[in-house]
RNA sequence: GGUUCCAUCGUCUAGUGGUUAGGACGCGGCCCUCUCAAGGCUGCAACACGAGUUCAAAUCUCGUUGGAAUCACCA
């Protein structure tokens, strides 16, 4: 049988991490096993749905390459693939559910603020529904004369269930913990349950893998392909990413949506290389891997029973790892937008991003780095101080009018013969390379640290930026 | 509270009876060096606890503790 998995999220907002990272796996278990990635929108709560929620969740997917092979947007053998363009199926199937006698009908009335005001040591009692009786010609009849109702699913079996898990193996849970959930809603769309039953076995999906909050609901939803004769899928239980060691990740707080990332200067194939790793390891010592090699390697056999707290600081590496990697001409590209919003002031751009592209980390970290370009800082002279660099105000006024002198007659400004001309002059003046170097960088800039020595950021500024701001320390001296 | 699940450095993890418990991030040090990075080398740092099984336990069993999930006409 063809490996088919799906990602089926519901559009309530924006992509967050948790989210892709099941996506991801979904995507690595169907094509490591040379299958098909199938999206699905489930937005059966017509309460949550959000407007151009969807579009986040294509636009996502394709940022960091995982296409699917079917979909809402370009069709397939299944579809339709948007739930709710699906509810005469589920009605269907709910009916005849009910006449293979694994649900019934229920016309009790919901209590909205049930499971609200509950005081802390209350025990939740089970519902036990009264319509479970109602004989089905009746409750036909009562459905023939326009009554609101329910389908609800019917636990009869009695001992333990059991099911095993790709990542968790073995699970037993007894039935009587389960509880007789509503399949179809008033409004006759199915709760999330139901449609993913009746879709995934229509859909022939082989895994199902979503989070481990449905471990404990898993039986309900054997008990259901059990009734229409179906084999369940193979079912991948995946733990949450968490926020701290209480916390998932989650929508709410404004936790790290994969946009939110993105927007801070993280490059989508960084975040989806990491995230892939919480949680999942390949046995080896690898942790840099393209989607192609994870395609290659990934087993969910691999994959973790515990939650992984989600990291930013070594994201951040591993974006840091990625941007050097770039070719320098892709960074210089990524880096333009960056500079057009903090840099007016016209000056060697090219140079600047060979300078920048080891020192940043995320994108968002270039405009600290280049704000002294944009314009000089205040500073005060005890920056000429360095002990290191056997520098003070005096030898650096004495250095800076020699530097001065010989920059204003080079006309090659490029780093190599810059630094080959004050070394000359350093030699030439009994002087160590930081005696001229280190003022003139701090001529430069007014900034304790910069991206570069003081000849790279002679080629940034250009020569007439260079002597300019040597002169205006001159004067400060 | 019932039930289910989980537990190795601060974090992500390797490890399936015998290892100096390995790697990565972070942190410290050194080298390189025109500052800062990058790069190279190096150091600190973990088996939650208690019994048991065994010649031998991070690995198996039981218990304790801690944590998570679930118990909706949300997904």
């Known amino acids: 049988m063809k490996a088919r998995t799906r990602f089926a999220p519901s559009p309530t907002g924006y992509m967050h991490i948790g989210n892709l990272r099941t996506a991801l796996y979904e995507y690595l278990i169907a094509k490591s096993l040379g299958g098909d990635f199938i999206l699905r929108i489930e937005d059966t709560d017509q309460k949550r749905y959000v407007e ?268 840091g790892y990625y941007i050097r990697a770039l070719e320098p001409q892709k960074f210089h590209e990524l880096a333009l937008p960056y500079y057009a919003k903090c840099l007016t002031r016209k000056v060697n751009l090219e140079f600047l991003s060979t300078v920048l592209q080891p020192r940043v980390e995320t994108l968002a970290q270039i405009a600290e780095n280049v704000d002294f370009i944009e314009k000089l800082p205040q500073y005060s002279t005890a920056l000429y101080q360095n002990k290191k660099m056997k520098t003070d105000e005096i030898i650096a006024k004495n250095s800076l009018a020699l530097a001065l002198e010989v920059l204003r007659g080079v006309d090659v400004w490029t780093n190599e013969n810059l630094f080959a001309e004050l070394k000359a002059l350093a030699e030439k003046e009994g002087l160590k390379n930081g005696q001229i170097l280190y003022p003139v960088r701090i001529a430069l800039s007014g900034k304790e640290t910069t991206p570069g020595g003081a000849t790279e950021l002679a080629v940034i500024l250009g020569k007439i930026e260079t002597l300019n701001r040597i002169n205006q320390a001159l004067k400060l001296l």
């Open 52 to 319: 151009g929620a969807t579009d986040i969740i294509y636009a996502t997917l394709k940022e960091v390459g995982m296409n699917w092979d079917e979909g809402p947007d370009i069709g397939g053998n299944f579809g339709p693939y948007v739930q709710s363009e699906r509810k005469d199926i589920y009605g269907q199937y709910a009916h005849k559910l009910v006449e293979l006698g694994g649900a019934h009908y229920c016309f009790c009335k919901h209590d909205e603020n049930e499971s609200e005001d509950e005081d802390e040591n209350a025990v939740p009692v089970k519902f036990d529904d009264p319509c479970k009786h109602i004989p089905l010609s009746e409750a036909k009849k009562r459905i023939a004369n326009g009554e609101s109702f329910v389908v609800r699913q019917n636990i009869n079996k009695k001992g333990t269930s059991v099911f095993e898990d790709v990542v968790y193996g073995k699970i037993e849970i007894d039935y009587d913990e389960l509880d007789e959930g509503v399949l179809l809603k008033s409004d006759g769309l199915p709760t999330y349950n139901f449609a993913n039953v009746i879709d995934d076995h229509l859909m022939q999906i082989s895994h199902v893998v979503r989070g481990n909050e449905y471990i404990s609901s898993t039986p309900k939803y054997n008990l259901i392909y059990e009734a229409f004769g179906w084999t369940p899928p193979i079912y991948v239980h995946v733990p949450p990413v968490m926020k701290d060691a209480q916390h998932k990740l989650s929508k709410r707080n404004g936790d790290a949506s994969f946009q939110d990332l993105v927007q801070k200067g993280y490059l989508p194939q960084a975040i989806l290389n990491y995230i892939a790793l919480l949680g999942w390891n390949p046995g080896t010592e690898q942790e840099i891997f393209s989607l192609d090699e994870l395609k290659k390697v990934f087993t969910a056999e691999r994959l973790n029973k515990s939650p992984a707290i989600f990291d930013s600081t070594k994201l951040t590496w591993m974006n």
